[in-house]
Every structure is written in structure tokens, then in C-alpha cells.
């Protein structure tokens, strides 16, 4: 008798275990890890004798050890499933009634859920309700990319569940065998992480700065706080972050603008003037202006008129005022200039097709320990993109995949670029001649042209002002082109430009100007040098001029 009723005992106990729902989860793979890896955690439900049609699961993982990548179910195709998340929650267990932290139904019916604020977690939650068959199996697999954390124990915890089967009937017990996921031996540290600006040659890219910011729990850029961290960027292009960055981070960056450089004063010429000019003035039939190729972006980088949402003629207008020298302009335009202490247009984001579209993006996420992202700028006004990163290239390097970005946390990284970032525009080149004589005691600057077809042409000449007093210029560029000459401190801008769509600069000598020595001089040399010299033809496209 006493043998049965052991046996009987034995029976009991199995039927009880056997009459319970059990939910694990567990990580792949286990071994050679190392920061930045993706890791698969797969969810599996063992029903025993109960027939689940709903299945409801909460967890909580590490954020600082885990970034979150994805989910994907696997219960069939008469199924429904849902998954959504929290971040900057975490779940402590009840001990109320004695019960443990791997009784999840038990767990569930103790409420309120102490759930609290706290920035190092996140909270998942996974459904599954089922028609043809119950709930049983592998449930879901969810992959993450392992972040720089050090120690990686408990960083996935099971905490709440229950389930219900085809009558409505609650399942009891829902148990877990530990409930705990923890790695182990992960290498790694944390990661450089570099930002690579584009940007044409000749460009002092020096004088700029990167910058990374976090991300708010809404998914938006934080740029109201303190950055991570501010780099200057070298002469290639280049800043390399060591700190503050580590894998699996998502963040945002951004590129500033200079402040008090002479080239400022020399980013909006002829050239973008011009380019707005047609801009606004090239149309269809209907009125539909048709110069711009890139036209969301192009009229984002043209517009300058202050308290002024879409870029118009009045954007045009400054800009070519800018280059006749009218005086104030920047009072009515956001002009680039090395004395207004960064109030012009400003624009950067990450090198993408975003860009190309006038959309600007920053976001992007750490998914290795050693990573580069390329970014892109424009100069308010900077229509011809002298200062700038071009589109041209942009859009080559988009379309042959030569670039490094992980965009809007989820993209895939383009074969990384080894070469520095700086670019050479494909620009014709043409030559103004400038020869300087001493003709009855003056001093006199004669500008000869070979070039035919010129809608605008502008120079800048710095001359020795202790030496010479600028007399007047003479102009013979032609009967329907503007004509434009400005003086102060030693600097002299001068050219034509067409504002009738059809005038060109007349080749010959259409600049002819005159000085007056402030003491006797025998030669010329080392009285003028060219600070710019710029050119566009008649479609717009910029001329390389070079004054000779």
C-alpha cells in the first residue's frame, strides 16, 4: 500500500508540473562576442497539458548593454501578434504572498505593476492570439546589438505574463525557469566614432567644428542641451570622438558655421547671384519656374530674405545688391559675412539622398566599435556651391554607395571611403588678363577678355592703399549688362552681370581702371593681388576665372 501510494504521489506531482505554462527565453550565440555584435533572443512557450489561444508577455532589457533592432513572431499564419515598448521603465518584482519573481501570472495579478522611471531600461511586451492551434513554441526572436557596457548580467528579465485559453479561461500557473539572461566574456570598448565632411578643395574646412547630441525619448534631437561632445574638424575633413560615444547609441550630428573668416565675405558672388536670377525668372508657360534641378534644395540654399518663408525675387535682389556693394544689405538678407557673428543661413545634415531632396537628416546610430559617418553643408546663398558641398557629388557618392552613414537607426552602412573628404569641382576655366601700367604719372589697370558668352563676371582686388588712391573705372562690357564697382580700405570689386536673361560681357578690355600714385613709384609690382575672381555663363554654370 505504501508503494502506491508513492506512485500515486509521483503521478500527482507530474500531472501538476505537466498542467502549467512555461515561458523561457535564451540567447544566440553565446561565445566570441564582442561589442557591436547582434545577438538573437528567442522567446519559447512550453504549454504542457494547457491550450493557450492568447499569450501576453512583459520583459525588460538593459539599455545600456542591449539596443533593440527588431522583432519577428513565429506562430503561424492564422495569428495575430503585436509588440510594442517603453523606454525609461523598469519592473520590480513583488514579494507579496511569498511569491517569487519567476511566477509571472502570479506577478501579473499583483497591481498596481511597479513599474518606475529609470533611464538604464526598457520595457517590451509581446501578444500572440491564435485560431488553428494553441499557443506553443518558439513565440518570437528579437535581435539587439550589444552596447559597451562592461558587465553584462540580468540585462534581459522576464517579469509578467498571462494567457487564456479558447473558453476565456485564465491559465494558471504562467512560471519561468529563471527568467534572467545575462552574456558573458564580451570584448570590446568603447567606440571611435568619426564624422567626415565633404567638402571642395581649397576650402578651409579647419575653420569649422562637429558636434554630437542625444536623442530625447521621443525620438527627437535634443539641440537645446550641452553636446556630447565638439570636435574641430582637421584639414581632411576629419574628427575622431574617443569618449561619450559607444555602440549601439543613437544620436544626432551637426556641423557649425564659421565665425569672423575674411572667405566669408567672398561666399555669395556673381555666380549665385546669377543663378538666382534665373531661378526666379526661368518659367514655363505656366509660370512654373523650371532653372532649378534640385529645386526644394536649391530654394532652401537661396533663400536669404529675412522674416521670409519661401525663396522670391526679393532673395534675388539681395544678392545681386550684395555684389553691387549697396550698402545694409544684411540688415534686409542673411548674408555670410566675417563681421556678423554667425547671423546667415546655415545648413548641415548627414550625406544621403535626404539631402538631395532638400531634407535635411542627423539621426544616426553606432553600430561598431570603430565607425566613420559623412556629412554635408551649404552656405546660405551659396547657389553655386563654391563653399559648400556640391549636390553633383553628393549624388554620385549616393548613387556608387561611396559613403559610411547609418540613417534613422535602421540603415545599412555604405562601403566606407578612405580617402580624405575634400572633392574638385569639374568647372570650365577661363582667363581675365590684368596689366598694370604707369601712363602720366597714373597708374592704370587694364582688364582684357577672350571669353565669349559671360553672363556675370566679378573681381576683387586687394590694392596697396598706403601707395595708391583709386581714381575711377572705366567700363566697356557691353550695352545690356550691368556694371558694378565698390571701394573701401584697399578693396576693390568690380564686374557686369546680365539682367535681361540674354546680355553678355563684351570680350575686349571691359575694365579699365585708373590710380593715382601717392608717392613716385617706377614699377607696379606688388601693388595689386586678386582676393576672388568668379565667372558664370549664360546657362548659369560657374566659370573657374583666372586673373592673370
Given amino acids: 500500500m505504501k508503494k502506491l501510494l508513492t506512485l500515486l504521489g509521483i503521478l500527482v506531482i507530474s500531472i501538476a508540473t505537466n498542467a502549467q505554462l512555461t515561458i523561457n527565453q535564451s540567447v544566440t550565440p553565446t561565445t566570441g562576442l564582442k561589442v557591436g555584435d547582434t545577438v538573437s533572443i528567442k522567446y519559447t512557450v512550453a504549454k504542457g ?51 517569487t519573481a519567476t511566477s509571472l501570472y502570479d506577478q501579473y495579478l499583483i497591481t498596481p505593476w511597479a513599474y518606475a522611471a529609470n533611464a538604464d531600461w526598457n520595457i517590451g511586451q509581446l501578444t500572440v492570439q491564435r485560431t488553428d492551434a494553441s499557443v506553443d513554441g518558439d513565440i518570437a526572436t528579437q535581435k539587439y546589438v550589444i552596447k559597451d557596457l562592461g558587465l553584462y548580467n540580468d540585462i534581459h528579465k522576464l517579469d509578467l505574463s498571462y494567457s487564456i485559453n479558447a473558453s476565456s479561461v485564465n491559465i494558471s500557473p504562467i512560471t519561468t525557469t529563471t527568467g534572467l539572461l545575462s552574456l558573458s566574456n564580451v570584448t570590446g570598448n568603447t567606440s571611435q566614432f568619426k564624422l567626415r565632411v565633404l567638402f571642395p578643395t581649397g576650402y578651409d574646412i579647419t575653420a569649422h567644428s562637429v558636434a554630437l547630441f542625444p536623442i530625447k525619448t521621443d525620438g527627437t534631437i535634443d539641440f537645446t542641451v550641452t553636446p556630447i561632445a565638439t570636435k574641430v574638424l582637421d584639414a581632411s575633413g576629419e574628427a575622431t570622438f574617443t569618449s561619450g560615444v559607444k555602440v549601439g547609441d543613437s544620436l544626432a550630428v551637426w556641423m557649425y558655421g564659421a565665425t569672423g573668416k575674411t572667405f566669408m565675405n567672398n561666399i555669395i558672388t556673381v555666380s549665385d547671384a546669377y543663378k538666382a536670377f534665373l531661378g526666379i525668372s526661368q518659367t514655363d508657360i505656366t509660370g512654373a519656374k523650371t532653372y532649378f534641378t534640385r529645386p526644394t534644395l536649391e530654394k532652401n540654399i537661396g533663400l ?49 539622398q535626404s539631402w538631395l531632396d532638400g531634407v535635411p537628416t542627423y539621426k544616426t546610430k553606432v553600430t561598431s566599435s570603430n565607425q566613420a559617418v559623412d556629412m554635408v553643408y551649404a552656405w546660405g546663398g551659396d547657389l553655386d556651391w563654391s563653399h559648400s558641398s556640391h549636390p553633383d557629388t553628393i549624388a554620385s557618392r549616393v548613387s556608387t554607395g561611396n559613403y559610411s552613414n547609418s540613417i534613422n537607426d535602421n540603415s545599412t552602412i555604405k562601403t566606407m571611403s578612405t580617402t580624405s573628404m575634400s572633392y574638385t569641382q569639374a568647372i570650365e576655366s577661363t582667363k581675365l588678363g590684368l596689366v598694370s601700367t604707369i601712363v602720366n604719372g597714373k597708374v592704370v589697370l587694364t582688364g582684357t577678355l577672350t571669353k565669349e558668352g559671360l553672363a556675370g563676371l566679378e573681381v576683387i582686388l586687394q590694392y596697396d592703399n598706403s601707395k595708391l588712391t583709386f581714381d575711377n573705372i572705366s567700363f566697356d562690357a557691353g550695352p545690356n549688362v550691368t556694371n558694378f564697382s565698390t571701394n573701401g580700405e584697399g578693396r576693390l570689386t568690380f564686374g557686369s552681370m546680365d539682367q535681361t536673361k540674354t546680355a553678355r560681357i563684351k570680350i575686349g578690355t571691359p575694365y579699365k581702371l585708373t590710380f593715382t600714385p601717392k608717392e613716385t613709384i617706377s614699377n607696379t609690382a606688388g601693388l595689386f593681388y586678386t582676393v576672388l575672381a568668379d565667372a558664370v555663363d549664360g546657362n548659369g554654370n560657374k566659370i573657374n576665372l583666372i586673373v592673370e
Fill in 49 to 99: 497539458t494547457t491550450t493557450p489561444r492568447y499569450f501576453w508577455l512583459r520583459y525588460q532589457f538593459n539599455n545600456k548593454a542591449l539596443a533593440y533592432v527588431s522583432t519577428t513572431f513565429s506562430q503561424g499564419t492564422s495569428v495575430q501578434t503585436y509588440y510594442t515598448s517603453w523606454t525609461g521603465y523598469r519592473f520590480t518584482a513583488s514579494t507579496a504572498n511569498s511569491i
Fill in 304 to 352: 536669404i530674405t529675412k522674416s521670409k518663408g519661401l525663396f522670391s525675387e526679393s532673395d534675388s535682389y539681395h544678392m545681386f545688391a550684395y555684389v553691387m556693394g549697396i550698402p545694409n544689405v544684411k540688415d534686409s538678407a542673411w548674408i555670410p559675412l566675417s563681421t556678423n557673428s554667425g547671423l546667415y543661413k546655415w545648413f548641415s545634415g548627414l550625406l544621403n
